[in-house]
């Protein structure tokens, strides 16, 4: 079925109007020679429920999981009313607020969203949302060399790879120069070994917690930055990992990326999620992407509206702080909910369960033979990498058999050197059964 | 008019809870035995401590004071406002989509591997071409993917003069953005008379230093580019590609491809075309389909089906790289899948032909009061207020505020650029003949008030719950985050 709506009659009604016999005739300007005379390829329509049972037999075939895999993507419980929210049609089923008059509701959103973000993050400003983690990431470098006027870019440690990837496809055309400086032995960045920080760096880029979870010493490496008129930016691909760690921002960072999907949405096989994007407010010009600000209508009342749209592509065009236009509105929506119901305390606690859970979890596991923490003296919030006996990948293969997603496989990523590696994410939603099972299926290796 | 809404900050009280947390399920440490105290932070984010019923209450409320396609006409040209489908909504959040992890192993991801695998198809159907990536996470993110793909094509061929991408004079603020990102340099063409292409300022353009041109079609006055056999043919002599921004497809689906059309590249929009919903800003989906020539270079992983399974395919040497996280907005994908299925081939060409009809329909109520400079546009028609500026004094903003009031939202403005006082209209194929003449009476009265009443059109909006705000005052005293400063 189309949502089409008319009838023959109103059809003929309305071409009677525009003066035309038929609806051909409105596509005449299509040359004949690329008009189909025949209909595309494509499946006979569907009836509602003829497509329901068939979605739902594609999602029938990704079983459910017990879920111990992180590298980014958490799963969280998202509370009922976060979702039950997100599903009324005033905020799913409106544009970006381009008249501020009649988008009162989304604007207020967008400013409460930037206020958590600045407060989870220490920074001054934030911005209405990016596309994830990867993309805010790779935009803060843009903006770092932007505003540094400097060309060389040091990515230091256990930066996520899928996000040095998307750094990398982004800044192909430009003409940047991107510096690997590794982690050192014990899985963290060694300010001492970042050599190659000078007088052409624009900015450092360094993940805490890192890609393998643990927690890095940032303020040395902002000193370290700003000694050499660099910036520092910090990436946060565990925003829960705020409640508890200090922020970027106490830390010395100029301009926080990450990624908010614990925060209201579901793993969603990755996407859509909500990139986080938040910065000191000297560097607000330079900005990517919508910021909303507060100001008064003619009566002198207080009221939401996009402002310093002058960064932005559909006013400055070719020379706009960056391309973005649609952003991930309704999911920095989700996660603007999920903080007001889960409040100061509650996030502090789901993340401290996260924790308690993992550190349980680890120590568990290093007694397990043949298995050790493959950086057993650097601490993490609740996620760590553990060195396993046998193929990594064959555990994880085993724990669906269990009903478990038993983490992700380091082989998955030579750049990290470590092919017998597995992740382990923990969340307040696991249960000391299924850690139970966890150890299970790892013990039979 | 509304009441002012606090911010949900000022609503706190501490010590309220919205939601309860499970306790641990293991024996309990204390925090510092797990992390060294010089990495806990002192303070804790001051998130609100507000009750569940009150932080449905506060959203709520928020909530109305948008307008929504639910709600009535959403005029925006180039966004194509159509109708949000709500099994599309209960099909992305089935638990073995909403839940399904990206580290899950193939294995455990065959259901979500083989709907990109399927859409993927559909949408190179669709749209004529041969291969696709459905990563680009929206439009502008599918612009960057294109011409990054023409860079990785032309070097591919050893070919790196290529510095230049041409761009018309009506193209979308992204496109000029997008070549600028990618490091090539932004040459605008002319529009000519009749809102296409100059062919001579393309001719003149053209060297063995443009990599490709960008080009809307229909463009973004709604008009088809009806030569554009003779532009691929142009582009392609002088060596470079053809790249479509897709935003308008809904003009043509089903009636005509854009690989038949001697584009290289598309994007197509799946929260424009493809009805999923654009959450007040997001999130969208701009898959990015090619010919089999630039197929090698599109993004990893893609999806490969080998055996009757599905996997991830990261085997493309020669790609451009990873463009999202991820995968891409999946949850997008599964919408814009279970819309295109129900429609099937019948109900693709069916939209299309709706949506231009509902266009001729509307501009033909209109163009009397409110001109077309260069015609009636196909999906959309660009008007002009200029007429009406000169009459009365009322300008585009004005009659757009106005709109307001009357219950619509209005139409995109001031763009493209090449219009004077631009309406640039779009109503979509689904709304019905009533609720196009309630908006275009809306309209003609408003060009009444204009004549006989300016103020009450300048003044406006009166009826919504802020009336019009100051836009300069927010970009010079920058109150972009609530201060606790004022808190108890
Ligand atoms: C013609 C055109 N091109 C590109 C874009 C950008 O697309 P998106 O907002 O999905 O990034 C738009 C959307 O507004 C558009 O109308």
Same mark, same amino acid.
């Given at each position: 079925?189309?949502?089409?709506?008319?009838?023959?009659?109103?059809?003929?009604?309305?071409?009677?109007?525009?003066?035309?016999?038929?609806?051909?005739?409105?596509?005449?300007?299509?040359?004949?020679?690329?008009?189909?005379?025949?209909?595309?390829?494509?499946?006979?329509?569907?009836?509602?429920?003829?497509?329901?049972?068939?979605?739902?037999?594609?999602?029938?075939?990704?079983?459910?999981?017990?879920?111990?895999?992180?590298?980014?993507?958490?799963?969280?419980?998202?509370?009922?009313?976060?979702?039950?929210?997100?599903?009324?049609?005033?905020?799913?089923?409106?544009?970006?607020?381009?008249?501020?008059?009649?988008?009162?509701?989304?604007?207020?959103?967008?400013?409460?969203?930037?206020?958590?973000?600045?407060?989870?993050?220490?920074?001054?400003?934030?911005?209405?949302?990016?596309?994830?983690?990867?993309?805010?990431?790779?935009?803060?470098?843009?903006?770092?060399?932007?505003?540094?006027?400097?060309?060389?870019?040091?990515?230091?440690?256990?930066?996520?790879?899928?996000?040095?990837?998307?750094?990398?496809?982004?800044?192909?055309?430009?003409?940047?120069?991107?510096?690997?400086?590794?982690?050192?032995?014990?899985?963290?960045?060694?300010?001492?070994?970042?050599?190659?920080? =000078?007088?052409?760096?624009?900015?450092?880029?360094?993940?805490?917690?890192?890609?393998?979870?643990?927690?890095?010493?940032?303020?040395?490496?902002?000193?370290?930055?700003?000694?050499?008129?660099?910036?520092?930016?910090?990436?946060?691909?565990?925003?829960?990992?705020?409640?508890?760690?200090?922020?970027?921002?106490?830390?010395?960072?100029?301009?926080?990326?990450?990624?908010?999907?614990?925060?209201?949405?579901?793993?969603?096989?990755?996407?859509?999620?909500?990139?986080?994007?938040?910065?000191?407010?000297?560097?607000?010009?330079?900005?990517?992407?919508?910021?909303?600000?507060?100001?008064?209508?003619?009566?002198?009342?207080?009221?939401?509206?996009?402002?310093?749209?002058?960064?932005?592509?559909?006013?400055?065009?070719?020379?706009?702080?960056?391309?973005?236009?649609?952003?991930?509105?309704?999911?920095?929506?989700?996660?603007?909910?999920?903080?007001?119901?889960?409040?100061?305390?509650?996030?502090?606690?789901?993340?401290?369960?996260?924790?308690?859970?993992?550190?349980?979890?680890?120590?568990?596991?290093?007694?397990?033979?043949?298995?050790?923490?493959?950086?057993?003296?650097?601490?993490?919030?609740?996620?760590?990498?553990?060195?396993?006996?046998?193929?990594?990948?064959?555990?994880?293969?085993?724990?669906?058999?269990?009903?478990?997603?038993? =983490?992700?496989?380091?082989?998955?990523?030579?750049?990290?050197?470590?092919?017998?590696?597995?992740?382990?994410?923990?969340?307040?939603?696991?249960?000391?059964?299924?850690?139970?099972?966890?150890?299970?299926?790892?013990?039979?290796? | 008019?509304?009441?002012?809404?606090?911010?949900?900050?000022?609503?706190?009280?501490?010590?309220?809870?919205?939601?309860?947390?499970?306790?641990?399920?293991?024996?309990?440490?204390?925090?510092?035995?797990?992390?060294?105290?010089?990495?806990?932070?002192?303070?804790?984010?001051?998130?609100?401590?507000?009750?569940?019923?009150?932080?449905?209450?506060?959203?709520?409320?928020?909530?109305?004071?948008?307008?929504?396609?639910?709600?009535?006409?959403?005029?925006?040209?180039?966004?194509?406002?159509?109708?949000?489908?709500?099994?599309?909504?209960?099909?992305?959040?089935?638990?073995?989509?909403?839940?399904?992890?990206?580290?899950?192993?193939?294995?455990?991801?065959?259901?979500?591997?083989?709907?990109?695998?399927?859409?993927?198809?559909?949408?190179?159907?669709?749209?004529?071409?041969?291969?696709?990536?459905?990563?680009?996470?929206?439009?502008?993110?599918?612009?960057?993917?294109?011409?990054?793909?023409?860079?990785?094509?032309?070097?591919?061929?050893?070919?790196?003069?290529?510095?230049?991408?041409?761009?018309?004079?009506?193209?979308?603020?992204?496109?000029?953005?997008?070549?600028?990102?990618?490091?090539?340099?932004?040459?605008?063409?002319?529009?000519?008379?009749?809102?296409?292409?100059?062919?001579?300022?393309?001719?003149?353009?053209?060297?063995?230093?443009?990599?490709?041109?960008?080009?809307?079609?229909?463009?973004?006055?709604?008009?088809?580019?009806?030569?554009?056999?003779?532009?691929?043919?142009?582009?392609?002599?002088?060596?470079?590609?053809?790249?479509?921004?897709?935003?308008?497809?809904?003009?043509?689906?089903?009636?005509?491809?854009?690989?038949?059309?001697?584009?290289?590249?598309?994007?197509?929009?799946?929260?424009?075309?493809?009805?999923?919903?654009?959450?007040?800003?997001?999130?969208?989906?701009?898959?990015?389909?090619?010919?089999?020539?630039?197929?090698?270079?599109?993004?990893?992983?893609?999806?490969?089906?080998?055996?009757?399974?599905?996997?991830?395919?990261?085997?493309?040497?020669?790609?451009?790289?990873?463009?999202?996280?991820?995968?891409?907005?999946?949850?997008?994908?599964?919408?814009?899948?279970?819309?295109?299925?129900?429609?099937?081939?019948?109900?693709?060409?069916?939209?299309?032909?709706?949506?231009?009809?509902?266009?001729?329909?509307?501009?033909?109520?209109?163009?009397?009061?409110?001109?077309?400079?260069?015609?009636?546009?196909?999906?959309?028609?660009?008007?002009?207020?200029?007429?009406?500026?000169?009459?009365?004094?009322?300008?585009?903003?004005?009659?757009?505020?106005?709109?307001?009031?009357?219950?619509?939202?209005?139409?995109?403005?001031?763009?493209?650029?090449?219009?004077?006082?631009?309406?640039?209209?779009?109503?979509?194929?689904?709304?019905?003949?009533?609720?196009?003449?309630?908006?275009?009476?809306?309209?003609?009265?408003?060009?009444?008030?204009?004549?006989?009443?300016?103020?009450?059109?300048?003044?406006?909006?009166?009826?919504?719950?802020?009336?019009?705000?100051?836009?300069?005052?927010?970009?010079?005293?920058?109150?972009?985050?609530?201060?606790?400063?004022?808190?108890?």
């Amino acid at each position: 079925m189309s949502y089409v709506p008319h009838s023959d009659v109103d059809r003929r009604a309305m071409l009677a109007a525009i003066g035309v016999s038929s609806v051909r005739e409105l596509f005449s300007d299509i040359p004949a020679a690329i008009v189909r005379d025949g209909p595309l390829d494509l499946p006979e329509a569907l009836s509602e429920w003829e497509a329901i049972r068939l979605v739902a037999g594609h999602a029938s075939r990704n079983p459910e999981l017990a879920c111990f895999a992180g590298g980014g993507i958490y799963d969280h419980h998202v509370p009922a009313a976060a979702d039950h929210l997100i599903r009324r049609s005033e905020f799913y089923t409106a544009y970006t607020p381009y008249q501020p008059e009649v988008s009162q509701g989304t604007l207020q959103a967008i400013y409460e969203f930037q206020t958590m973000i600045c407060e989870l993050t220490g920074m001054d400003v934030a911005n209405a949302s990016m596309y994830d983690g990867a993309t805010a990431t790779a935009e803060a470098v843009l903006m770092a060399i932007s505003a540094t006027r400097r060309r060389q870019v040091v990515l230091a440690g256990h930066l996520h790879p899928y996000y040095r990837r998307v750094i990398t496809t982004y800044t192909q055309g430009l003409d940047i120069e991107l510096r690997m400086a590794g982690a050192g032995r014990e899985g963290l960045v060694e300010p001492a070994g970042l050599a190659e920080v =000078g007088r052409e760096t624009a900015c450092i880029v360094v993940q805490s917690p890192n890609f393998l979870g643990l927690i890095e010493e940032v303020e040395p490496l902002a000193d370290r930055a700003h000694e050499a008129g660099a910036l520092l930016v910090c990436v946060v691909a565990d925003p829960v990992s705020l409640a508890l760690i200090r922020s970027p921002g106490e830390q010395g960072a100029d301009i926080a990326a990450g990624e908010g999907q614990p925060f209201g949405n579901t793993p969603s096989f990755g996407g859509p999620v909500v990139g986080l994007f938040a910065a000191r407010e000297k560097f607000i010009r330079k900005m990517p992407g919508r910021i909303v600000g507060g100001t008064e209508d003619t009566e002198g009342r207080r009221g939401y509206v996009l402002t310093l749209q002058t960064r932005e592509q559909q006013i400055r065009r070719g020379k706009a702080t960056s391309n973005i236009c649609t952003n991930q509105g309704l999911n920095a929506l989700a996660a603007t909910i999920h903080l007001a119901l889960i409040g100061r305390e509650g996030l502090r606690q789901v993340a401290e369960t996260s924790a308690q859970h993992a550190h349980y979890a680890a120590s568990r596991i290093a007694e397990l033979d043949g298995y050790e923490l493959l950086h057993p003296g650097s601490p993490f919030v609740r996620e760590f990498a553990v060195r396993t006996p046998g193929d990594p990948q064959a555990i994880v293969r085993r724990g669906l058999e269990r009903g478990l997603l038993a =983490g992700v496989s380091l082989s998955r990523f030579p750049g990290i050197g470590a092919p017998n590696g597995l992740l382990l994410a923990f969340t307040e939603k696991r249960t000391l059964e299924e850690i139970d099972l966890l150890i299970d299926v790892l013990r039979r290796g | 008019m509304g009441e002012w809404t606090p911010t949900i900050f000022e609503k706190s009280r501490p010590g309220r809870r919205g939601t309860t947390v499970p306790r641990p399920d293991v024996p309990v440490r204390p925090l510092e035995e797990l992390i060294p105290s010089r990495h806990l932070r002192a303070t804790s984010p001051r998130l609100p401590e507000v009750p569940e019923h009150e932080v449905v209450r506060h959203y709520t409320e928020i909530s109305l004071k948008n307008h929504h396609v639910d709600r009535a006409l959403y005029p925006l040209g180039s966004c194509t406002m159509k109708y949000n489908p709500k099994v599309n909504e209960q099909m992305a959040r089935l638990s073995g989509f909403a839940g399904l992890h990206p580290f899950a192993p193939a294995e455990a991801a065959q259901g979500a591997l083989g709907l990109m695998h399927e859409l993927g198809e559909l949408l190179c159907e669709v749209a004529g071409m041969d291969s696709i990536s459905l990563q680009p996470a929206a439009g502008a993110q599918g612009e960057l993917t294109g011409v990054l793909l023409m860079r990785a094509y032309h070097r591919g061929r050893g070919d790196e003069r290529r510095r230049r991408v041409l761009i018309p004079d009506s193209a979308h603020g992204t496109n000029p953005a997008t070549v600028a990102l990618a490091g090539f340099e932004v040459v605008e063409l002319r529009s000519n008379e009749a809102g296409r292409l100059d062919l001579d300022s393309l001719r003149s353009a053209l060297d063995a230093d443009v990599a490709g041109l960008m080009l809307t079609n229909p463009n973004t006055l709604g008009v088809f580019e009806s030569e554009i056999l003779e532009i691929s043919e142009l582009v392609h002599r002088s060596g470079g590609l053809m790249y479509m921004d897709g935003a308008n497809l809904n003009a043509l689906m089903g009636i005509a491809r854009p690989g038949d059309m001697g584009y290289d590249i598309v994007h197509l929009n799946l929260h424009k075309t493809f009805s999923t919903p654009h959450g007040g800003g997001g999130p969208g989906a701009g898959p990015v389909a090619v010919k089999a020539r630039l197929a090698p270079f599109l993004p990893v992983p893609g999806v490969k089906t080998e055996g009757g399974s599905y996997a991830l395919d990261w085997d493309r040497p020669e790609s451009i790289g990873k463009i999202h996280g991820f995968y891409g907005n999946f949850g997008v994908l599964v919408r814009a899948y279970t819309y295109l299925r129900m429609l099937g081939c019948d109900g693709v060409r069916e939209t299309a032909e709706a949506a231009v009809l509902n266009n001729a329909y509307l501009s033909a109520r209109l163009e009397e009061r409110f001109p077309l400079p260069y015609g009636r546009g196909m999906h959309e028609s660009v008007y002009s207020g200029a007429a009406l500026k000169k009459k009365t004094g009322v300008k585009t903003l004005d009659v757009a505020k106005r709109l307001l009031d009357y219950g619509f939202h209005a139409p995109t403005i001031y763009f493209p650029l090449i219009v004077a006082e631009a309406l640039m209209t779009e109503p979509t194929e689904t709304e019905t003949r009533e609720e196009l003449d309630r908006y275009a009476d809306a309209l003609l009265a408003i060009a009444d008030e204009a004549e006989h009443d300016p103020e009450l059109v300048t003044g406006a909006p009166h009826a919504t719950p802020v009336t019009r705000l100051d836009e300069g005052r927010a970009g010079r005293r920058l109150d972009v985050r609530w201060s606790f400063d004022n808190d108890a």
